[in-house]
Protein backbone atom coordinates (compact mmCIF):
# COMPACT_ATOMS: atom_id res chain seq x y z
CA UNK A 1 0.00 0.00 0.00
CA UNK A 2 1.60 3.31 -0.93
CA UNK A 3 -0.05 5.47 1.54
CA UNK A 4 -2.93 5.84 3.64
CA UNK A 5 -6.24 7.18 1.94
CA UNK A 6 -9.16 8.29 4.55
CA UNK A 7 -12.63 9.31 3.58
CA UNK A 8 -13.94 12.13 5.45
CA UNK A 9 -17.94 12.19 5.97
CA UNK A 10 -20.42 13.28 8.53
CA UNK A 11 -23.81 15.54 8.62
CA UNK A 12 -23.39 19.13 7.97
CA UNK A 13 -22.41 21.49 10.14
CA UNK A 14 -20.33 18.93 12.24
CA UNK A 15 -17.28 20.86 11.67
CA UNK A 16 -15.96 18.31 8.71
CA UNK A 17 -14.30 21.85 7.07
CA UNK A 18 -12.70 22.59 10.23
CA UNK A 19 -10.78 20.12 10.54
CA UNK A 20 -9.78 19.64 7.04
CA UNK A 21 -8.97 23.25 7.12
CA UNK A 22 -6.56 21.98 9.68
CA UNK A 23 -5.13 19.20 7.48
CA UNK A 24 -4.07 21.79 4.97
CA UNK A 25 -2.32 24.52 7.39
CA UNK A 26 -0.74 20.71 8.72
CA UNK A 27 0.06 19.91 4.66
CA UNK A 28 1.13 23.67 3.76
CA UNK A 29 4.44 22.19 5.51
CA UNK A 30 4.67 19.52 3.49
CA UNK A 31 5.71 21.29 0.45
CA UNK A 32 6.29 18.16 -1.79
CA UNK A 33 2.46 17.56 -1.71
CA UNK A 34 0.34 19.70 -3.43
CA UNK A 35 -2.54 20.61 -1.33
CA UNK A 36 -5.72 21.97 -2.53
CA UNK A 37 -3.99 23.03 -5.86
CA UNK A 38 -5.31 20.15 -8.12
CA UNK A 39 -8.22 19.07 -6.04
CA UNK A 40 -9.93 21.16 -3.60
CA UNK A 41 -10.95 17.75 -1.46
CA UNK A 42 -7.45 15.67 -1.17
CA UNK A 43 -5.36 16.55 1.36
CA UNK A 44 -2.03 15.05 1.93
CA UNK A 45 -0.20 15.21 5.14
CA UNK A 46 2.75 13.67 6.69
CA UNK A 47 3.13 10.44 8.90
CA UNK A 48 4.13 12.00 11.79
CA UNK A 49 6.87 9.58 13.40
CA UNK A 50 9.64 10.34 15.39
CA UNK A 51 11.55 7.35 14.80
CA UNK A 52 11.73 8.73 11.00
CA UNK A 53 13.37 12.06 12.80
CA UNK A 54 15.82 10.15 14.86
CA UNK A 55 16.92 8.70 11.61
CA UNK A 56 17.43 11.72 10.26
CA UNK A 57 19.57 13.25 12.78
CA UNK A 58 21.85 10.37 13.08
CA UNK A 59 22.35 9.29 8.86
CA UNK A 60 22.42 12.97 7.99
CA UNK A 61 21.02 12.26 4.65
CA UNK A 62 20.05 15.19 1.65
CA UNK A 63 16.51 14.47 2.43
CA UNK A 64 13.76 13.10 5.11
CA UNK A 65 10.67 11.32 3.44
CA UNK A 66 7.83 10.50 5.81
CA UNK A 67 5.46 8.30 4.80
CA UNK A 68 1.88 9.94 3.96
CA UNK A 69 -1.75 9.84 4.83
CA UNK A 70 -4.15 11.38 2.56
CA UNK A 71 -7.89 12.34 3.22
CA UNK A 72 -10.45 12.99 0.77
CA UNK A 73 -13.72 15.09 1.75
CA UNK A 74 -16.15 12.79 0.19
CA UNK A 75 -19.01 14.16 2.51
CA UNK A 76 -20.63 16.61 -0.02
CA UNK A 77 -19.93 14.01 -3.11
CA UNK A 78 -21.92 11.07 -1.10
CA UNK A 79 -24.68 13.56 -0.19
CA UNK A 80 -25.25 13.94 -3.96
CA UNK A 81 -24.56 10.74 -5.14
CA UNK A 82 -27.53 9.49 -2.96
CA UNK A 83 -29.78 12.31 -4.51
CA UNK A 84 -29.00 10.56 -7.91
CA UNK A 85 -26.86 13.48 -9.24
CA UNK A 86 -24.23 12.26 -12.00
CA UNK A 87 -20.48 12.69 -9.92
CA UNK A 88 -17.64 13.22 -12.19
CA UNK A 89 -15.31 9.36 -12.67
CA UNK A 90 -12.16 11.18 -10.91
CA UNK A 91 -14.78 12.07 -7.64
CA UNK A 92 -16.40 8.24 -7.90
CA UNK A 93 -12.69 7.10 -7.84
CA UNK A 94 -11.95 8.67 -4.96
CA UNK A 95 -14.60 7.94 -3.06
CA UNK A 96 -13.92 4.25 -4.02
CA UNK A 97 -10.52 4.13 -3.48
CA UNK A 98 -10.19 5.21 0.41
CA UNK A 99 -9.11 2.40 2.59
CA UNK A 100 -11.08 3.36 5.70
CA UNK A 101 -13.98 5.76 6.14
CA UNK A 102 -13.45 8.69 8.58
CA UNK A 103 -16.77 9.55 10.29
CA UNK A 104 -17.07 13.34 11.85
CA UNK A 105 -19.98 13.39 14.42
CA UNK A 106 -20.53 16.54 16.74
CA UNK A 107 -20.13 16.07 20.14
CA UNK A 108 -19.93 19.76 20.61
CA UNK A 109 -22.68 22.37 22.11
CA UNK A 110 -22.57 25.62 21.18
CA UNK A 111 -25.62 27.18 20.33
CA UNK A 112 -24.05 29.98 17.90
CA UNK A 113 -23.56 26.77 15.86
CA UNK A 114 -26.57 25.59 14.48
CA UNK A 115 -27.21 22.02 14.09
CA UNK A 116 -28.93 20.89 10.84
CA UNK A 117 -31.68 18.56 13.23
CA UNK A 118 -31.89 20.91 16.05
CA UNK A 119 -30.18 19.36 18.83
CA UNK A 120 -26.47 17.94 19.09
CA UNK A 121 -27.44 14.00 19.01
CA UNK A 122 -23.98 12.15 17.87
CA UNK A 123 -26.00 8.66 18.17
CA UNK A 124 -28.94 9.87 16.01
CA UNK A 125 -26.41 11.73 13.24
CA UNK A 126 -24.40 8.58 13.08
CA UNK A 127 -27.33 6.89 11.79
CA UNK A 128 -28.64 9.10 9.71
CA UNK A 129 -24.76 9.16 7.77
CA UNK A 130 -24.98 5.61 7.57
CA UNK A 131 -27.87 5.26 5.79
CA UNK A 132 -26.32 7.69 3.50
CA UNK A 133 -23.50 5.79 2.79
CA UNK A 134 -25.91 2.79 2.38
CA UNK A 135 -27.83 4.75 -0.42
CA UNK A 136 -24.73 5.98 -2.23
CA UNK A 137 -23.68 1.85 -2.37
CA UNK A 138 -26.86 1.00 -3.74
CA UNK A 139 -26.32 3.53 -6.70
CA UNK A 140 -23.44 1.64 -7.48
CA UNK A 141 -25.13 -1.82 -7.44
CA UNK A 142 -28.01 -0.67 -9.35
CA UNK A 143 -25.71 0.38 -11.90
CA UNK A 144 -24.03 -2.51 -12.11
CA UNK A 145 -26.97 -4.42 -11.98
CA UNK A 146 -28.55 -3.08 -15.03
CA UNK A 147 -25.36 -4.09 -16.90
CA UNK A 148 -25.29 -7.52 -15.69
CA UNK A 149 -28.71 -8.31 -16.13
CA UNK A 150 -28.60 -8.00 -19.40
CA UNK A 151 -26.07 -10.36 -19.93
CA UNK A 152 -27.16 -12.77 -17.15
CA UNK A 153 -30.81 -12.78 -18.93
CA UNK A 154 -28.50 -13.76 -22.21
CA UNK A 155 -27.57 -17.27 -20.24
CA UNK A 156 -24.15 -16.13 -18.95
CA UNK A 157 -23.71 -18.70 -15.89
CA UNK A 158 -20.94 -16.05 -14.47
CA UNK A 159 -23.85 -13.11 -14.79
CA UNK A 160 -26.24 -15.00 -13.49
CA UNK A 161 -23.88 -15.55 -10.25
CA UNK A 162 -23.23 -12.08 -10.43
CA UNK A 163 -26.85 -10.91 -10.65
CA UNK A 164 -27.56 -12.94 -7.09
CA UNK A 165 -24.72 -11.45 -5.13
CA UNK A 166 -25.69 -8.11 -6.67
CA UNK A 167 -29.60 -8.60 -5.88
CA UNK A 168 -28.57 -9.50 -1.79
CA UNK A 169 -26.55 -6.46 -1.46
CA UNK A 170 -29.28 -4.36 -3.13
CA UNK A 171 -31.97 -6.05 -1.19
CA UNK A 172 -29.55 -5.07 2.40
CA UNK A 173 -28.67 -1.40 1.17
CA UNK A 174 -31.58 -0.70 0.37
CA UNK A 175 -33.17 -1.49 4.08
CA UNK A 176 -30.38 1.23 5.14
CA UNK A 177 -28.50 -2.10 6.05
CA UNK A 178 -24.48 -1.93 5.38
CA UNK A 179 -23.00 -4.01 2.49
CA UNK A 180 -20.78 -5.77 5.23
CA UNK A 181 -23.96 -7.51 6.01
CA UNK A 182 -24.15 -9.89 3.23
CA UNK A 183 -21.70 -12.37 3.62
CA UNK A 184 -19.98 -13.88 0.82
CA UNK A 185 -20.87 -17.71 -0.08
CA UNK A 186 -17.60 -18.36 -1.51
CA UNK A 187 -14.40 -16.89 -3.23
CA UNK A 188 -16.26 -15.93 -6.09
CA UNK A 189 -18.29 -13.69 -4.32
CA UNK A 190 -15.51 -12.08 -1.87
CA UNK A 191 -13.56 -10.83 -5.02
CA UNK A 192 -16.58 -9.67 -6.74
CA UNK A 193 -17.42 -7.49 -3.63
CA UNK A 194 -14.06 -6.65 -3.26
CA UNK A 195 -14.07 -5.05 -6.48
CA UNK A 196 -17.29 -2.97 -5.99
CA UNK A 197 -15.14 -1.44 -3.44
CA UNK A 198 -18.52 -0.43 -1.39
CA UNK A 199 -18.22 2.39 1.35
CA UNK A 200 -20.07 0.44 3.87
CA UNK A 201 -17.35 -2.58 2.88
CA UNK A 202 -14.71 -0.21 4.45
CA UNK A 203 -13.04 -0.24 8.16
CA UNK A 204 -14.12 2.61 9.90
CA UNK A 205 -12.72 5.21 12.25
CA UNK A 206 -15.46 7.89 14.14
CA UNK A 207 -13.86 11.67 15.08
CA UNK A 208 -15.88 12.91 17.80
CA UNK A 209 -15.60 16.67 17.46
CA UNK A 210 -15.55 18.43 21.23
CA UNK A 211 -15.23 21.41 22.66
CA UNK A 212 -11.90 22.76 23.63
CA UNK A 213 -12.27 22.50 27.32
CA UNK A 214 -13.03 18.37 26.83
CA UNK A 215 -9.66 17.73 25.44
CA UNK A 216 -7.64 20.18 27.54
CA UNK A 217 -5.14 18.78 30.33
CA UNK A 218 -6.66 14.83 29.21
CA UNK A 219 -3.23 14.59 27.06
CA UNK A 220 -5.74 12.92 24.22
CA UNK A 221 -6.75 10.24 26.88
CA UNK A 222 -10.59 9.19 25.47
CA UNK A 223 -11.36 8.21 28.77
CA UNK A 224 -10.93 10.96 30.15
CA UNK A 225 -12.53 12.74 27.25
CA UNK A 226 -15.26 10.63 27.62
CA UNK A 227 -15.59 11.61 31.42
CA UNK A 228 -16.30 15.09 30.40
CA UNK A 229 -18.83 15.15 27.77
CA UNK A 230 -21.69 13.08 27.58
CA UNK A 231 -22.14 12.84 23.84
CA UNK A 232 -18.99 10.90 23.22
CA UNK A 233 -20.27 8.27 26.03
CA UNK A 234 -23.16 7.91 24.00
CA UNK A 235 -21.53 7.96 20.76
CA UNK A 236 -19.21 5.12 22.24
CA UNK A 237 -21.62 3.33 24.05
CA UNK A 238 -23.37 2.98 20.43
CA UNK A 239 -20.56 2.34 18.60
CA UNK A 240 -19.73 -0.73 21.01
CA UNK A 241 -23.05 -2.08 20.18
CA UNK A 242 -21.58 -2.77 16.83
CA UNK A 243 -20.19 -6.28 15.29
CA UNK A 244 -16.96 -4.44 14.75
CA UNK A 245 -16.65 -1.68 17.12
CA UNK A 246 -14.83 1.02 15.54
CA UNK A 247 -12.62 3.50 17.65
CA UNK A 248 -13.68 6.54 18.52
CA UNK A 249 -10.93 9.36 18.20
CA UNK A 250 -12.07 12.65 20.61
CA UNK A 251 -10.23 16.39 19.14
CA UNK A 252 -11.36 19.61 19.15
CA UNK A 253 -11.34 20.43 15.23
CA UNK A 254 -11.48 24.35 15.94
CA UNK A 255 -8.18 23.78 18.63
CA UNK A 256 -6.36 21.32 15.90
CA UNK A 257 -7.23 24.41 13.14
CA UNK A 258 -5.61 27.16 15.48
CA UNK A 259 -2.53 24.37 16.35
CA UNK A 260 -1.51 22.95 13.17
CA UNK A 261 -2.08 26.48 12.11
CA UNK A 262 1.06 27.42 14.26
CA UNK A 263 4.31 27.31 13.31
CA UNK A 264 6.08 23.84 14.36
CA UNK A 265 8.01 25.59 16.98
CA UNK A 266 5.37 26.91 18.75
CA UNK A 267 3.20 23.86 18.10
CA UNK A 268 4.67 21.80 20.77
CA UNK A 269 4.42 25.07 23.43
CA UNK A 270 0.83 25.67 22.72
CA UNK A 271 0.27 21.82 23.10
CA UNK A 272 2.52 21.65 26.39
CA UNK A 273 0.10 24.29 27.91
CA UNK A 274 -3.16 22.75 26.68
CA UNK A 275 -1.81 19.47 28.57
CA UNK A 276 -1.35 17.87 25.51
CA UNK A 277 0.91 15.26 24.17
CA UNK A 278 0.69 16.13 20.10
CA UNK A 279 -2.33 16.92 17.78
CA UNK A 280 -5.35 15.38 17.87
CA UNK A 281 -4.89 15.04 13.61
CA UNK A 282 -1.99 13.12 14.87
CA UNK A 283 -4.04 10.40 16.67
CA UNK A 284 -6.32 10.25 14.23
CA UNK A 285 -3.42 9.20 11.58
CA UNK A 286 -2.36 6.57 14.26
CA UNK A 287 -5.47 4.79 14.57
CA UNK A 288 -6.19 4.79 10.84
CA UNK A 289 -2.90 2.83 11.10
CA UNK A 290 -3.66 0.96 13.81
CA UNK A 291 -7.68 0.30 11.99
CA UNK A 292 -6.00 -1.31 8.59
CA UNK A 293 -2.79 -2.95 10.51
CA UNK A 294 -0.53 -0.67 8.83
CA UNK A 295 3.21 -0.57 10.07
CA UNK A 296 6.29 1.29 8.56
CA UNK A 297 9.73 0.05 7.52
CA UNK A 298 12.81 2.45 6.86
CA UNK A 299 15.38 2.40 3.87
CA UNK A 300 18.36 4.89 4.44
CA UNK A 301 21.04 6.55 1.74
CA UNK A 302 23.04 9.18 1.99
CA UNK A 303 20.41 10.62 -0.27
CA UNK A 304 17.33 10.10 1.90
CA UNK A 305 16.14 8.35 4.71
CA UNK A 306 12.81 7.28 4.15
CA UNK A 307 9.75 5.53 5.68
CA UNK A 308 7.25 3.05 3.71
CA UNK A 309 4.28 1.89 4.52
CA UNK A 310 3.18 -1.78 4.50
CA UNK A 311 0.68 -4.14 6.01
CA UNK A 312 1.59 -6.21 9.12
CA UNK A 313 2.90 -9.56 7.82
CA UNK A 314 3.96 -8.75 4.37
CA UNK A 315 6.65 -10.90 3.14
CA UNK A 316 10.55 -8.97 2.54
CA UNK A 317 10.55 -9.46 -1.19
CA UNK A 318 6.83 -7.96 -1.43
CA UNK A 319 7.91 -5.03 0.69
CA UNK A 320 10.97 -4.49 -1.47
CA UNK A 321 8.50 -4.33 -4.31
CA UNK A 322 6.74 -0.99 -2.65
CA UNK A 323 10.03 0.99 -3.43
CA UNK A 324 10.70 -0.67 -6.69
CA UNK A 325 8.95 -3.56 -8.97
CA UNK A 326 12.43 -4.31 -9.87
CA UNK A 327 13.21 -5.01 -6.63
CA UNK A 328 10.91 -7.54 -5.84
CA UNK A 329 11.60 -8.80 -9.31
CA UNK A 330 14.99 -9.60 -9.04
CA UNK A 331 14.74 -9.87 -5.01
CA UNK A 332 18.01 -11.46 -3.75
CA UNK A 333 17.79 -10.97 0.38
CA UNK A 334 17.21 -8.15 2.73
CA UNK A 335 20.05 -6.51 4.87
CA UNK A 336 17.66 -5.87 8.14
CA UNK A 337 18.48 -4.10 11.18
CA UNK A 338 16.07 -3.35 13.64
CA UNK A 339 14.93 0.85 14.58
CA UNK A 340 16.58 0.32 17.94
CA UNK A 341 19.52 -1.49 17.45
CA UNK A 342 20.10 0.89 14.58
CA UNK A 343 20.00 4.00 17.20
CA UNK A 344 21.75 1.94 19.57
CA UNK A 345 25.11 0.98 17.49
CA UNK A 346 25.09 4.66 15.72
CA UNK A 347 25.44 3.66 11.98
CA UNK A 348 25.31 1.74 9.49
CA UNK A 349 29.19 0.97 9.42
CA UNK A 350 28.88 0.40 13.92
CA UNK A 351 25.93 -1.92 13.61
CA UNK A 352 27.39 -3.88 10.87
CA UNK A 353 30.80 -4.00 12.80
CA UNK A 354 28.58 -5.43 15.57
CA UNK A 355 27.08 -7.86 13.26
CA UNK A 356 23.43 -6.55 14.20
CA UNK A 357 22.46 -6.55 10.66
CA UNK A 358 20.72 -9.73 9.58
CA UNK A 359 20.85 -11.61 5.73
CA UNK A 360 16.84 -11.85 5.36
CA UNK A 361 15.05 -14.35 2.30
CA UNK A 362 12.15 -13.07 0.83
CA UNK A 363 9.64 -14.83 2.77
CA UNK A 364 11.55 -12.44 5.80
CA UNK A 365 7.99 -10.74 7.66
CA UNK A 366 8.77 -7.30 7.85
CA UNK A 367 8.47 -5.89 11.49
CA UNK A 368 7.62 -2.17 12.23
CA UNK A 369 10.36 -0.61 12.38
CA UNK A 370 13.30 -2.68 10.38
CA UNK A 371 15.57 -0.84 8.21
CA UNK A 372 16.20 -2.81 5.08
CA UNK A 373 18.75 -2.51 2.48
CA UNK A 374 17.21 -4.46 -0.51
CA UNK A 375 19.70 -6.81 -2.90
CA UNK A 376 18.35 -7.42 -5.88
CA UNK A 377 19.11 -8.25 -9.27
CA UNK A 378 17.15 -8.28 -12.70
P1 LIG B 1 -19.02 21.06 8.07
O1 LIG B 1 -20.29 21.47 7.46
O2 LIG B 1 -19.11 19.71 8.72
O3 LIG B 1 -17.85 21.16 7.17
O4 LIG B 1 -18.80 22.05 9.31
P2 LIG B 1 -17.79 23.28 9.48
O5 LIG B 1 -16.41 22.81 9.65
O6 LIG B 1 -18.05 24.30 8.44
O7 LIG B 1 -18.26 23.81 10.90
C1 LIG B 1 -19.56 24.33 11.10
C2 LIG B 1 -19.50 25.38 12.17
O8 LIG B 1 -19.11 24.79 13.41
C3 LIG B 1 -18.48 26.47 11.88
O9 LIG B 1 -19.06 27.70 12.26
C4 LIG B 1 -17.30 26.12 12.79
O10 LIG B 1 -16.62 27.27 13.19
C5 LIG B 1 -18.00 25.47 13.96
N1 LIG B 1 -17.13 24.47 14.60
C6 LIG B 1 -16.39 23.50 14.01
N2 LIG B 1 -15.72 22.79 14.94
C7 LIG B 1 -16.02 23.34 16.13
C8 LIG B 1 -15.62 23.05 17.47
O11 LIG B 1 -14.80 22.15 17.74
N3 LIG B 1 -16.18 23.83 18.45
C9 LIG B 1 -17.08 24.84 18.18
N4 LIG B 1 -17.58 25.54 19.18
N5 LIG B 1 -17.44 25.14 16.94
C10 LIG B 1 -16.94 24.41 15.92
Known amino acids: MPNLKLGIVGMPNVGKSTLFNALADASAEAAN ?5 VEPNVGVVELPDPRLDLLFERVRPRAKVPATVTFVDIAGLVERASEGEGLGNRFLAHIREVDAVVHVVRCFDDPDVVHVLGDVDPVRDREIVRTELALADLQTVERRLERVEKVARSGDRDAKKEDRLLRRLQQDLGQGRPASAVTPENDEEALLLRGYQLLTTKPELYVANVAEEDVTGTGGDEEAVAARNPHVRALREAVARDDQPAEVVSLAAQM ?9 EDRDEYLREQGLQQPGLHRLIHAGYRLLRLISFFTTSPKEVRAWT ?7 ARAAGEIHTDFERGFIRAETIAWEDFVAAGSEKAAREQGLMRSEGRGYVVQ ?6 VRFNV
Open 256 to 264: EAEVLGLEP
Open 33 to 37: YPFCT
Open 368 to 373: DGDIIL
Open 310 to 316: ITQGTGA
